[in-house]
C-alpha cells in the first residue's frame, strides 16, 4: 500500500501488514513515521494512492458511496483516535458519545442501544451511572480515554485499531487499559493493532511488531525477538533509548549513530534509514525491501548479518571522504561499494 502525492516522497511506501484474529500487532516508530496515516487509511479516512485495504476477506479500500456507508455502520472495523478531547464531542454526554455509532448504525432499538452503552462502560472500568450524564470536560483524561474505547468496542468490533490508546496515562490508568486490550482479544476474538510510542506497553501484550521509519516497514516480526535481538539498525536504535525493554548485552544508542557525515545521495534515495546510519555503504544506494530472515520476521536492510558483528567487534563503522558512489563503510567490500 502507498499514500502520497505522485510527485513527492511517499507517506507511506509499499506497507504490508496484517493482524489476524485474537492477536495484538503493534506498530511503533517515531513522530512523522506514518504510524496514524497508516491507521486512517486502513479505516478508510483517507484512500491509499495504490495498493488495496483487505477486511475479512473482502477488499474495503475501493467501497463508495452506499457499500461505504453501509461498511462503516457495521461497526466491524473500529478505530479509536489519538486525542479524546478533540475526538469527543464536547457538547455530548459520555452516554450519547458511547452511543453514537449505534444511533448511526440504525439497527438497534433504544432500549438495547442502553444496555450495548452500560455493557461497554463496565468493559472499560467506568461506572454509567456516575459518568453517563457528564460532558467530556468534566472527566479526568484517564476516564475520557477509556469512554473513547467503550465507544470503539461498543459496535463489537472485528478489528480495533487503538492509536496511542495509553499516551497520556499515569501507570495505573494505563495497566488498566493495556489488560482491557488483552482481555478483549482473548475473550471476544478480536484482533487489535495498537499504535504506540511505549515500547515497554507493547512488549507485555502485542504479539507481534512493525516497526515504520519514514513510510516504511524496516522491520517486523514477534515482538520478544524484535525487542530482544533487532535485526534493524533503527530498530536498535529505537530500543537502545528505551530502557525498560533494552537487553543486557543489546548496543547502546552511541554506536548506533553515525561517526560522519552521509553520503550526500542519502538525502534523496536509497535507504530510508541511510541519512542516520552509522552502516551505510554503495549498495543501500537501492532501497531494501523487506525480506524473510528466519520464522515470521522481516527486515528492510542490505546488512541484516553484518552490521552487528560491527558492533560486537567495537569497531565504529567508518565513512570514506569522496564522491558518494565511492563512499564505503568499514567492513564493506570492493563489490558491494560498487568498483
Known sequence: MAFGRRDARPVLDGVELSVAEGEIVGVIGE?????????????????PRSGRVVFDGREISGLRGRSLRAFRR??????????????????LTVRRAVAEPLAVAGDLGDAEIAAR???????????????????PGAISGGQRQRVLLARAIVTRPRLLIADEPVSALDASNRNRVLRLLDRLRTERGMAVVVISHDLSS????????AV???????????????????????????????PSVRAGDGPGAAALRPSAEPPAWTAREGCVFGHRCPFVIGSCRTAPAPAPVGQGRTAACHRVPQWRELVAGATPPVTAKGPPELVAAAGETDKEAGR
Open 74 to 91: 457495521s461497526g466491524r472495523l473500529s478505530y479509536a483516535f489519538q486525542d479524546p478531547l478533540r475526538a469527543l464531542d464536547p457538547e
Open 212 to 242: 515504520l521509519y519514514r513510510g516504511r516497514v524496516v522491520e517486523q516480526g514477534p515482538v520478544r525477538e524484535v525487542f530482544g535481538r533487532p535485526l534493524h539498525p533503527y530498530t536498535a536504535l529505537l530500543i537502545a533509548s528505551a
Open 202 to 209: 507493547l512488549a507485555g501484550i502485542a504479539d507481534r511488531v
Open 117 to 135: 452503552v452500560d455493557e461497554a462502560l463496565e468493559t472499560v472500568g467506568l461506572d454509567a451511572a456516575r459518568l453517563g450524564d457528564r460532558l
Open 31 to 47: 513522530t512523522g513515521s506514518g504510524k496514524t496515516t497508516l491507521a486512517r487509511t486502513a479505516v478508510g479516512l483517507v484512500p
